[in-house]
């Protein structure tokens, strides 16, 4: 569309330069005669003495018309050429590795040609933030990576050295970090595949309230020893989601809130408002501090003592859980509960009736 209405807004300058010239030829030539006749009198050879006239004015009103259509076919060229030889030197320096290049509008009235660059800027924009962001992603999975890496060295090492003795509790230990790195990874690979549009998703009609009854019957004990109890108020509705998948979103979200939150009730709910299928996990306290609350979501954002967000963890549980939700077309979203602590709602789509 951009490069149509580039073509077009030079079809018409180019147009409008023609035109302009065609009209200096003729007004000028009905003016030139006008004069003439004014002050010279009426020859008698009138025929002979027009068409040696005519040659000369019109020849001269053509070359002042062809030198004002050139200057103005110049200064119009000039216009649109230049913010394109700006965004033309730009794309040259991105594609040498330089993401800060950006090109210069110029001329706000062209505004195509203002819109091309603008995009244009954007898109650079896009890239130097997402080269950030993927070197921001490599040095802090690097760094999540080193320390249960570390570890398992470290006991394995010793073992082999005879410091350690290869018992039960130190292949639990062992064992344990081994799971952190695979929670990891498919946390990682759960988040990209999401963010690049390729999570696979097995949607079926789904009794969520089952899923969830089967979910709490696996989390109760757990929970029940770490202090908290288990509520929850569960409508019985039917929706189209992968299961597994919502069953992973939810967990992490008890998850945070087993690791955060005031040792007391964590409800779950399920209902349906305004025809949408609506599931939240809420806890009682202390909640998310509000600097961090706006980017809650966002990979490897950890809270800090008064938040309930990812502490210890490996920062990528609610970016998880975002990924999830959106990949079926809902949304998650935080806000503050009655009771002073953190609510996580999970708004999906129409119940299937």
Same mark, same amino acid.
């Given at each position: ?53 005519? /040659? #000369? ?20 060229? &000039? ?48 890239? =130097? ?27 394995? =090492? ?87 998948? #919502?069953? =992973? ?26 025809? =949408? ?19 809650? /979501? ?23 859980? &975002? ?31």
């Amino acid at each position: 569309m951009i490069v149509k209405g580039l073509s077009r807004q030079i079809l018409l300058g180019m147009a409008s330069v023609t035109v302009v010239a065609g009209l200096l030829v003729f007004f000028g030539t009905y003016l030139a005669f006008a004069v003439l006749f004014y002050f010279s009198p009426w020859p008698e050879d009138t025929d002979n003495w027009l068409t040696g006239f005519d /040659f #000369i004015i019109l020849t001269i009103l053509i070359l002042i018309a062809l030198i004002v259509a050139a200057i103005a076919s110049i200064r119009l060229a &000039r216009r649109i050429l230049e913010p394109l030889e700006s965004l033309a030197i730009s794309a040259r320096q991105i594609k040498d590795g330089d993401l800060s290049a950006r090109a210069i509008p110029g001329d706000h009235s062209l505004g195509e040609t203002a819109l091309l660059v603008e995009d244009f800027n954007a898109m650079a924009q896009r890239l =130097q933030d997402m080269a950030a962001d993927m070197t921001l992603w490599n040095a802090t999975i690097a760094h999540e990576l080193r320390t249960p890496l570390t570890i398992l060295k470290g006991r394995l =090492q010793g073992m082999i050295d005879g410091v350690f003795e290869p018992d039960e509790k130190s292949l639990h230990a062992l064992v344990l970090q081994v799971d952190s790195l695979a929670r990891l990874v498919e946390d990682l690979r759960t988040v990209t595949l999401a963010d690049s549009g390729h999570l696979d998703l097995r949607l079926q009609s789904v009794r969520l309230k089952d899923e969830i009854l089967r979910l709490a019957a696996v989390l109760d004990e757990e929970l029940q020893q770490d202090g908290f109890e288990l509520k929850l108020d569960l409508c019985d509705v039917v929706v189209r989601v992968d299961a597994m998948r #919502i069953r =992973q979103a939810l967990l992490a979200l008890v998850t945070n809130a087993r690791r955060y939150a005031h040792r007391g009730l964590i409800e779950i709910s399920l209902g349906v408002e305004r025809d =949408q299928v609506i599931l939240r996990v809420t806890d009682e306290g202390p909640g998310l501090a509000p600097d961090i609350a706006a980017s809650a /979501f966002e990979p490897f954002r950890r809270g800090g003592e008064s938040g309930s967000l990812e502490k210890g963890g490996n920062g990528l549980g609610l970016s998880v859980v &975002r990924a999830i939700v959106e990949a079926h077309g809902g949304r998650v979203r935080y806000a503050p509960s009655d009771k002073g602590g953190a609510m996580f709602e999970i708004l999906l789509g129409k119940a299937v009736s």
